[in-house]
């Protein structure tokens, strides 16, 4: 079965800091990874996604994460935080366990990011 | 917007009861998956179901079912609820042709379930 590990429960930040959000897997097959955005009171929105290639993605907001297969870990990071990234970031993980459906999506615990003006 | 509607927004309910959630997927989309979303649970996958049929499940009760129509709506539906239930799901729908790139899962607004 598959897990993800996401290291920090709460994050604090001030504007303009940088950021990491550190997320772990554990599952030895061909996986997708995601990293998801709740703002408060909203519904996931997907931030970036991992299929191949490129282990850098890029995603939207300026958000970019880094897979790094021998670690089993895809962070997520920014260079600079605005006050208005405030939210919960969940990392989530699908991998093909037969047929042709990648399935469900295995979510972290989440991390709520806090930036200060 | 994700195209995904769930209705209703809220829900409050009393223990011992029965509620339906419903969800309409994108447009095209064959998949529905239900997620709940608790603070000591996380979120959590319940069950899929495909083009009208399950087709994977997960820590859904035995008190919880589902189905999903010919139109491709879906209900989730909650039975002899308990204060435990009291939680947000979520409702995803996807392509699901079995291509990693579009194979992406778009989630509804959810459903916020009060039980008192």
């Known amino acids: 079965a598959q897990s993800v590990s996401q290291h920090n429960h709460h994050v604090i930040l001030s504007e303009a800091a940088s950021l990491e959000l550190g997320c772990n897997y554990s599952y030895g097959g061909t996986v997708n990874l995601f990293w998801y955005v709740q703002y408060p009171g909203q519904h996931l929105q997907l931030l970036l996604k991992y299929f191949s290639g490129d282990p850098l993605v890029k995603g939207i907001k300026g958000f970019e994460a880094e897979f790094i297969k021998s670690k089993f870990s895809f962070n997520l990071r920014k260079p600079s935080v605005q006050w208005s990234d405030t939210a919960e970031y969940f990392c989530a993980v699908n991998s093909r366990a037969g047929g042709t459906s990648y399935g469900k999506l295995t979510f972290g615990q989440g991390t709520i990011l806090t930036v200060h003006p | 917007d994700s195209g995904v509607t769930q209705t209703p927004k809220h829900l409050i309910t009393a223990t011992g009861q029965r509620v339906t959630l419903r969800c309409s997927p994108r447009?095209?989309?064959?998949?529905v998956y239900w997620y709940q979303q608790s603070l000591d649970q996380g979120l959590q996958f319940l069950i899929q179901?495909?083009?009208?049929?399950?087709?994977a499940k997960g820590n859904i009760l035995e008190r919880f079912s589902a189905q999903q129509f010919p139109d491709l709506h879906s209900e989730l539906n909650l039975s002899s609820l308990e204060l435990g239930d009291s939680a947000l799901y979520f409702c995803?729908?996807?392509?699901?042709?079995?291509?990693?790139?579009?194979?992406?899962?778009?989630f509804g607004p959810g459903t916020r379930l009060t039980v008192l």
């Open positions: 447009s095209g989309d064959l998949s």
């Open positions: 179901y495909y083009n009208g049929e399950e087709r």
């Open positions: 995803a729908s996807s392509v699901d042709i079995g291509d990693r790139r579009r194979d992406e899962q778009f």
